[in-house]
């Protein structure tokens, strides 16, 4: 037999580096910036193959959401791949997606009916854009071709998705490529004008909203947010009060509300669905990320008898929605799940989160009167500190400067997994930490901001 390969940090990476591409990532920076082969993970740590460990402060791109390897998690998926692995939902069913389905139909806000599950985020915000776009069509109103987002959100990066995304960095070189929305004002309160309350930013953003749609609502199919936090995009937050005033103006214009808590579902911001706190029902939501407690890939859309209704028909009608993916409600990944629905469901999840949030508020306060901080904000357990060359004037640091990249080094010579989005250092960590955890977290950062701006 040949002998084993070498299993250090330097070997893993060198045999990486030879013969991979990895996400949102320029591999040039790899000639200077250490890549990290992770070799297992239990809850908040992640453990590289040198012995080296990092508190995973990001729930690895915002998905393990009860930790790595949670134990019932573990012990479901062993128990499933012990009857079926995987068998295509056209023509078949099985009862992890049903069993699913039925949970999140009986979660989800009321008047949500149907579920419709992809692969990932960006794909269950393809699944809504045509479901909206065909929804329409199937109801003779084909002038119904355009989508209205907010500036400065995020909802993924295939065409359909990046066409409603507003981050530049992202959507500037495929523009010829993509759809052309609108965009409407985000109702972020980092944005308020001086003396200017959550609730009044929300109120002026509404009205510019409203101005919009009196122009466009007759070629518009649906609007498209990110409920309370925008996340990519900076982890913007605005107040639930545009979400109640939004669906109002849906409503009034007869236009669909997609809601993508891809990030913001599954307790994130302090209940379970985002959407609750505006007290409202989407005609979509669009879920995933935390769906599997970040074990395996799958998305839903839960959407309303109505729109199920619009493409219910005999098949020579050309009615039918006839999108699919090959792991379309792989059994694997419903079943892990339903074992994350069951956390929320045995423990008192949201009641702990709480708990932890305020515990993240009070660490936090040391950063609030820094003078390169702009702003610190948070939702629930969603944090994000905004490093800014003046703290007066907001001016922010050139983004060629890379000060948030300054902020992952000191994090990994630390133990810790910060991952900045530009010059915005956020937390999202994983339910199970602990509040020691959390102060740890916090003081590691502020080092790191410390070391950045200096």
Same mark, same amino acid.
């Given at each position: 037999m040949p002998a084993p390969l070498p299993r250090s940090n330097a070997a893993?990476?060198?045999?990486?580096?030879?013969?991979?591409?990895?996400?949102?990532?320029?591999?040039?920076?790899?000639?200077?910036?250490?890549?990290?082969?992770?070799?297992?993970?239990?809850?908040v740590w992640l453990f590289d193959a040198d012995g080296g460990r990092y508190l995973d402060a990001v729930s690895s791109w915002w998905t393990n959401v009860f930790g790595h390897r949670h134990p019932?998690?573990?012990?479901?998926?062993?128990?499933?791949?012990?009857?079926?692995?995987?068998?295509?939902l056209a023509g078949f069913t099985h009862e992890p997606a049903l069993e699913l389905a039925e949970a999140l139909v009986a979660l989800a806000p009321p008047g949500l009916a149907r579920v419709f599950y992809a692969d990932n985020g960006s794909s269950a915000i393809e699944v809504a854009l045509k479901m909206s776009f065909?929804?329409?069509?199937?109801?003779?109103?084909?002038?119904?071709?355009?989508?209205?987002?907010?500036?400065?959100?995020?909802? %993924?990066? $295939?065409? /359909?998705? &990046?066409?409603?995304?507003? +981050?530049?960095?992202?959507?500037?070189?495929?523009?010829?490529?993509l759809l052309q929305p609108l965009f409407a004002p985000s109702p972020d309160t980092y944005l308020a004008e001086p003396g200017e309350t959550a609730a009044e930013v929300a109120t002026r953003r509404l009205a510019?909203?409203?101005?919009l749609l009196e122009q466009h609502a007759e070629?518009?199919?649906?609007?498209?947010?990110?409920?309370?936090?925008?996340?990519?995009?900076?982890?913007?937050?605005?107040?639930?009060?545009?979400?109640?005033?939004?669906?109002?103006?849906?409503?009034?214009?007869?236009?669909?509300?997609?809601?993508?808590?891809?990030?913001?579902?599954?307790?994130?911001?302090?209940t379970l669905f985002a959407c609750e706190q505006g007290g409202i029902t989407p005609d979509f939501l669009?879920?995933?990320? %935390?769906? $599997?407690? /970040?074990? &395996?890939?799958?998305?839903? +859309?839960v959407t309303t008898e109505a729109v199920y209704a619009a493409f219910y028909a005999e098949y020579a009608s050309g009615k039918a929605f006839l999108h699919s993916h090959s792991y379309t409600g792989n059994a694997l990944a419903c079943r892990a799940a339903l074992?994350?629905?069951?956390?929320?469901?045995?423990?008192?999840?949201?009641?702990?989160?709480?708990?932890?949030?305020?515990?993240?508020?009070?660490e936090l306060d040391a950063l609030r009167?820094?003078?390169?901080?702009?702003?610190?904000?948070?939702?629930?357990?969603?944090?994000?500190?905004?490093?800014?060359?003046?703290?007066?004037?907001?001016?922010?640091?050139?983004?060629?400067?890379?000060?948030?990249?300054?902020?992952?080094?000191?994090?990994?010579?630390?133990?810790?997994?910060l991952r900045p989005l530009g010059n915005v250092v956020y937390f999202m960590p994983p339910y199970v930490i602990e509040p020691g955890q959390i102060a740890a977290m916090i003081r590691v950062a502020r080092d790191g901001i410390a070391a950045a701006v200096g």
């Open positions: 893993l990476a060198a045999r990486d580096l030879a013969v991979l591409w990895h996400p949102c990532t320029q591999m040039h920076d790899h000639e200077t910036l250490p890549l990290l082969p992770i070799v297992r993970a239990e809850g019932r998690i573990v012990a479901a998926l062993k128990r499933q791949l012990d009857t079926l692995d995987h068998v295509m065909h929804y329409w069509r199937n109801l003779g109103r084909g002038a119904k071709q355009r989508f209205i987002a907010l500036s400065g959100s995020y909802h %993924g990066e $295939t065409l /359909g998705a &990046l066409s409603v995304t507003d +981050v530049p960095l992202y959507r500037d070189t495929y523009s010829p490529l510019e909203l409203r101005a070629e518009t199919c649906a609007v498209i947010v990110e409920p309370l936090v925008q996340c990519a995009g900076g982890m913007r937050m605005y107040d639930p009060s545009y979400l109640r005033g939004l669906r109002a103006l849906c409503d009034e214009f007869d236009v669909h509300l997609i809601a993508d808590e891809i990030a913001v579902g599954f307790g994130r911001t302090g669009c879920l995933s990320k %935390g769906l $599997t407690g /970040g074990t &395996l890939p799958l998305s839903a +859309v074992a994350t629905l069951e956390l929320f469901r045995d423990e008192p999840v949201l009641a702990r989160n709480r708990e932890l949030a305020a515990v993240l508020a009070r009167d820094h003078p390169q901080v702009g702003d610190v904000r948070q939702t629930g357990l969603i944090a994000a500190v905004e490093l800014v060359r003046d703290r007066a004037t907001r001016e922010p640091f050139p983004a060629a400067e890379r000060r948030g990249l300054r902020v992952y080094r000191h994090g990994l010579a630390h133990e810790m997994l």
